[in-house]
């Protein structure tokens, strides 16, 4: 089976997942500019940060729910986006993918689709017709699994302000292929490791 590689926590956070995370946020989503929109919300303090106690499924899924019900509830000016962090379920990638149709489901069932959207991050992250060990699967690769609940106001407004969306997958892949593994790894301070995808 291939072999993928996954960037360890910082010793330094003691594996704190949601300090992790932030640093992740700053060094490679908002450091490499991979998302336009995310320092806005960031530097405004308006991100919200949930550590996931479930070890199961179903745990995460009530999570979920109590998440979406947080942030329907809440002003954007409060809570603009959440990044819902689970470091105990759902670690292979593959089941993860096949969670985010349940995922969607709990949208749908509590009327928010169409003004939530949940966005996916994994530290094993694969691209459909990708090899494991791509470096463009690293867009999209965070410390640990999360599913990344946005408004979709904020989204349809960040698009509207930004007048290359189309772009920014690409821009994405280019930069990625430009700093290569070595440089990712450099970027974060991580060792390396191996891992079955």
């Given at each position: 089976m291939a072999q993928s590689q996954t960037f360890l926590p910082s010793p330094a956070s003691e594996n704190d997942p949601v300090e992790d995370t932030k640093a992740w946020l700053e060094k490679v989503v908002?450091?490499?500019?991979?998302?336009?929109f995310a320092k806005?919300?960031?530097v405004r303090n308006q991100v919200?940060?949930?550590?996931?106690?479930?070890?199961?499924?179903?745990?995460?899924?009530?999570?979920?729910v109590t998440e979406l019900r947080t942030l329907h509830a809440a002003s954007a000016d409060d809570i603009d986006t959440?990044?819902?962090?689970?470091?105990?379920?759902?670690?292979?990638?593959?089941?993860?993918?096949?969670?985010?149709?349940?995922?969607?489901?709990?949208?749908?069932?509590?009327?928010?689709?169409?003004?939530?959207?949940?966005?996916?991050?994994?530290?094993?992250?694969?691209?459909a017709d990708s090899h494991v060990d791509d470096i463009e699967n690293h867009t999209n690769r965070s410390p640990y699994p999360m599913l990344h609940l946005l408004r979709e106001e904020s989204v349809e407004r960040a698009v509207d302000a930004?007048?290359?969306?189309?772009?920014?997958?690409?821009?994405?892949?280019?930069?990625?292929?430009?700093?290569?593994?070595?440089?990712l790894k450099k970027l974060l301070g991580k060792d390396v490791k191996d891992g079955k995808a």
């Open positions: 908002i450091g490499l500019n991979l998302c336009p806005a919300v960031y919200r940060y949930v550590l996931s106690k479930a070890e199961d499924p179903d745990a995460l899924l009530a999570d979920l959440t990044l819902l962090i689970h470091p105990h379920v759902l670690n292979d990638f593959l089941a993860y993918n096949d969670f985010l149709h349940l995922a969607d489901g709990v949208l749908e069932k509590l009327e928010m689709a169409g003004e939530i959207q949940i966005a996916s991050f994994h530290p094993d992250y694969q691209f930004f007048p290359d969306t189309d772009t920014i997958y690409e821009k994405n892949m280019e930069t990625m292929r430009r700093i290569g593994h070595e440089g």
